[in-house]
Each structure stands twice: as structure tokens, then as C-alpha cells.
């Protein structure tokens, strides 16, 4: 007996430390980079990106999904601004 085919759909969550919130893994790369004779570079944010493969056919209840998965683990929002596209 065949399987049901789940619609799926792809969800990116970014997460980045906000403005103003030290960034030691950014100031490293910078360092790094300089040391590796780019020029130029004058500031590096890093981040995460989560890629999530929802079983939803709504966009909107993926993305609200997301958001709330966003939210309640995958950024410390003291800290880290989130935001979700549907890839």
C-alpha cells in the first residue's frame, strides 16, 4: 500500500545578534580576514540560518509556525532578531 504524499514546504529562519550586542564570533572573522589580506571589510555580523521542512500546505500557518518555533527556541530575543521566508 502506498504512502499519502505530505505536502511539504521549506522554511528559512535567520538569526542575528541584534544591533548594538557584541559580536565576537563577527569581530573574529573580521580579525581573520584582515589577517588573510581582505581589505575593506568594516564590520561582519554572524549569524545562523535554520532551514525547517514543515508538513503544511498553508503558507501562512508555516510561516506563523515558524515564527512561534522562532520565538520560543531558535533565537534568544533578548539578544537576536529572527526573521522567516518560505524558500
Known amino acids: 500500500m502506498k504512502k499519502p504524499v505530505v505536502k511539504t514546504m521549506?522554511?528559512?529562519v535567520d538569526v542575528m545578534p541584534k544591533e548594538g550586542v557584541l559580536?565576537?564570533?563577527g569581530k573574529a572573522i573580521?580579525?581573520?580576514l584582515a589577517t588573510l589580506g581582505f581589505k575593506g571589510v568594516?564590520?561582519?555580523r554572524a549569524g545562523k540560518v535554520i532551514v525547517l521542512e514543515v508538513a503544511e500546505k498553508n503558507r501562512e500557518k508555516?510561516?506563523?509556525s515558524a515564527k512561534s518555533m522562532a520565538e520560543k527556541l531558535l533565537a534568544n530575543q533578548v539578544i537576536e532578531d529572527y526573521r522567516v521566508s518560505v524558500l
Open 10 to 12: 521549506k522554511i528559512r
Open 23 to 25: 559580536d565576537p564570533q
Open 30 to 32: 573580521s580579525h581573520a
Open 42 to 44: 568594516e564590520d561582519v
Open 62 to 64: 508555516a510561516v506563523e
